[in-house]
DNA sequence: AAAAAAAGAATGAACGTTCATTTTTGTCTA
DNA sequence: TAGACAAAAATGAACGTTCATTCTTTTTTT
């Protein structure tokens, strides 16, 4: 177990490595002697646990889009009503855009750049399936808006990924009163109007 | 004058194929030569035009960001009323993200990358200016929410930068009907309620 | 024919990856 | 239980390639 446990050690090292050098310097900038030097590795030992430059990068994808939509529902349950669940998923949302946004900027990034091979995209987006999931409970219940998923998501969830860059480079700060008037706005746009 | 012309064309040549090699590669696998290849010219060429690789990403970051706005504000004018103005705005920034797409992807891997270098960043910033003193006004004529600039922005407008992301990839289509409805669900997004 | 522009080849540095070797871990034997 | 030994893990140095940039020469312009 000893040995297990160390390995996993390292992974991780390597991991959360990459996300902030990434971050800082983009994928281009950051060469594997870098990420070795911060994980406290020799470049050679990250071949033992990942293929090569994009496996790595893949991979560090696929387990940060794993914690946001883990984070997004730890406190939802399909057992609630359509209002309360999105409420629930959508808080979650914004309270990891703006607190744990070292790894909400690394797939801002990720989302927005040819850095990532299209299996390991397609990979990434599944986990959002409960969210969709919701949504279409909603449009049989008649509250949600009968639109596409995608037009949901733009209008809803995608103002957050601009809020947390505007507020990660420092133009300004989101409060917590601007937080729920961002999600009234949020539910405004998806709910269908005047029920 | 015929040099002069000769220098724009190969100018304009090296952005255009930045723009088309960064958009397909990212910026860390495109490399000079490439670009000179596409521009039909020497990689030494390069160096006549731009300082380095990094000012030629720059330049291009600008100049496309100038392109943006100019075609956003292209039937915009001051004297419209607050609703007609961003109306007209609004529905022009749509075009621009749907048509024009080549370089509103190149605007967005710029926006979510440390690629572009912070000055440069901040030079490109000044071009919605029209935008944000349309929407001052509109606070001061209490028909606009009054709420920060970015919140605005958030809810209005960065919506489009997924959908563009998202009809890019093939995910699903626009058409005129779902870009009405997005519209109005901007514009309900920053109107003061119940006016 | 001088000056400017452009070209292709050359250069040196940096990078991803691999190789040969050492260190650590875990197991088996006496 | 001590020690030997095989397997696994880890390392630092080295390799070959690629790249941004520069140098020298050629072409074009005036």
């Keep these: 177990m000893a040995k297990l446990q160390k390995s996993i050690d390292k992974r991780n090292a390597l991991i959360k490595a990459t996300i902030e050098l990434v971050n800082n310097n983009g994928f281009h900038a950051t060469p594997m002697s870098k990420i070795a030097k911060m994980a406290k590795v020799s470049p050679a030992t990250i071949y033992l646990y990942f293929e090569n430059k994009q496996d790595l ?69 599944k986990h959002l399936q409960p969210l969709l999931d919701l949504w279409e409970r909603g449009k049989q219940e008649g509250i949600i808006k009968p639109v596409s998923n995608y037009l949901l998501y733009a209008y809803a969830v995608s103002p957050l ?26 539910w405004s746009s998806i709910k269908k109007c005047e029920q």
């Excluded at 946004?101 to 801002?108: G, I, K, V």
């Excluded at 927005?112 to 299996?119: H, L």
């Excluded at 133009?171 to 937080?179: G, M, N, R, S, T």
Aim: hydrophobic share 40%.
């Design 161 to 186: 990924s601009f809020l947390m860059i505007a507020q990660k480079r420092g133009a300004f700060q989101l409060d917590k009163e601007q937080i729920e008037e961002a999600y009234q706005s949020a």
């Design 57 to 125: 990068v893949n991979k560090t994808y696929i387990e940060v889009k794993a914690k946001y939509t883990d984070y997004a529902f730890a406190n939802y349950n399909e057992s609630m009503s359509v209002k309360t669940g999105f409420e629930t998923i959508w808080k979650r949302i914004a309270e990891f855009k703006l607190n744990e946004y070292e790894h909400a900027m690394f797939l801002a990034q990720c989302d927005n750049t040819p850095m990532i091979d299209e299996p390991s995209l397609k990979e990434g987006i």
